[in-house]
Nanobody
Framework: QVQLVESGGDLVQPGGSLRLSCAASGFTFSSYRMSWYRQAPGNQRDLVAAISTIGDTADYADSVKGRFTISRDNAKNTVYLQMNSLKPEDTAKYYC?????????WGQGTQVTVSS
């Protein structure tokens, strides 16, 4: 059974940091490109960051470049999102996604709220 379980979301003040984790099971993690998406109420779900199967390349949304870092540990079947210098506009539910064409799997999400 495929599972993606996100954790690490929290309420944090502007300028703070959080690290999100996504633990995968039920599939060959190292064969899947992994991504983080986010969705704020009333908005579409947008790509935040993506990382290649072996972790040698990563892409970021312009809004998070220089502040967020995606990484993965294939030995632990886990992908991470380090978020620094958080802003109120980063408030959203963050989702983990696994892709290996034509298969896409989503996690249930973890809430990040940036507020003073």
């Amino acid at each position: 059974q495929v599972q993606l379980v996100e954790s690490g979301g929290d309420l944090v003040q502007p300028g703070g940091s959080l690290r999100l984790s996504c633990a995968a099971s039920g599939f060959t993690f190292s064969s899947y490109r992994m991504s983080w998406y986010r969705q704020a109420p009333g908005n579409q779900r947008d790509l935040v960051a993506a990382i290649s199967t072996i972790g040698d390349t990563a892409d970021y949304a312009d809004s998070v470049k220089g502040r967020f870092t995606i990484s993965r540990d294939n030995a632990k079947n886990t992908v991470y999102l380090q978020m620094n210098s958080l802003k109120p506009e980063d408030t959203a539910k963050y989702y983990c996604r696994a892709d290996r064409w034509p298969i896409t799997n989503w996690g249930q999400g973890t809430q990040v709220t940036v507020s003073s």
